[in-house]
């Protein structure tokens, strides 16, 4: 029995169409092989960049920072081990390990005085501190790697950006929107009071009350009654350390 026309180009367009899709797949298969070359290509060219530049890399911060983020933009992270060439030729696995351990040393020194919450800027300058004159200096942007490496850890670092400042939280603590907006309120003069919580966010008392009792629960707020007019609330991660 003899099929009709219509069943014939039905075959027709369906073998065309798997032909279309064959091809695209090579072409594809084409493009992410040419790319993958690419990238090797690049890589090979960073490490011969990094051979050549170690010294300006190790010893420069704002050097080692365009660096990183070069690195960043073809998915390089020269912190993700402390082995093979990044480790060996540079030593930044070895750089950030020691910094993330200077980091820890200087936040837990400090936490008694601030309950884990410390400035970036006063936490680079105990870290620069503590390493002397001898050793390499470290930039802000350093630190800020280590801690994000450390936050991986589950060690409860995190960098709280706030408008004026940064904070380094060094306490696993849940600090949810609420708590970090007291943070902010308090930035300017270092305290905040309830009325003006209540004021400049427009909480009530209830929500105020709460997000207070969690942070001085935690260390990071406390409660001087010494004014005459109403209870202040202040945030030692804003006092400058001396340690």
């Known amino acids: 029995m003899r099929r009709g026309p219509g069943l014939a180009a ?3 367009n369906k ?3 798997q032909r279309f899709a064959a091809k695209g797949t090579e072409l594809a298969d084409a493009e992410i092989s040419q790319m993958v070359k690419q990238l090797d290509s690049f890589k090979n060219f960073l490490e011969s960049f990094a051979a050549k530049h170690q010294a300006d890399i190790k010893k420069n911060p704002e050097f080692r920072q365009h660096f990183q983020k070069l690195c960043s933009q073809i998915g390089v992270d020269p912190l993700a081990s402390s082995k093979g060439f990044w480790a060996e030729i540079l030593g930044v696995g070895d750089f950030y390990y020691e910094l993330g351990v200077q980091i820890t040393e200087v936040c ?3 936490k008694a005085n601030n309950g884990g919450l410390i400035s970036l800027d006063d936490l680079l300058r105990l870290v620069l501190k503590g390493r002397g004159r001898t050793r390499q200096d470290v930039s802000e942007d350093d630190v800020t790697r280590a801690i994000k490496k450390l936050s991986i850890l589950g060690s409860g670092f995190q960098v709280l950006p706030l408008q004026g400042r940064k904070l380094v939280q060094s306490v696993p603590s849940e600090l949810n929107k609420d708590h970090t907006e007291i943070l902010q309120l308090a930035e300017n003069s270092g305290y ?3 009325s003006q919580i209540q004021q400049k966010l427009g ?3 209830e929500r105020t009350t709460r997000s207070l009792n969690h942070l001085i629960h935690e260390g990071m707020v406390w409660i001087d009654k010494q004014d005459a007019t109403e209870t202040l609330y202040w945030v030692p991660g804003y006092f400058p350390e001396e340690t």
């Open 192 to 194: 905040t009071t309830e």
């Open 10 to 12: 039905v075959d027709r």
């Open 108 to 110: 837990l020194a400090t």
């Open 203 to 205: 909480w009530q008392k």
């Open 15 to 17: 073998v065309a169409k």
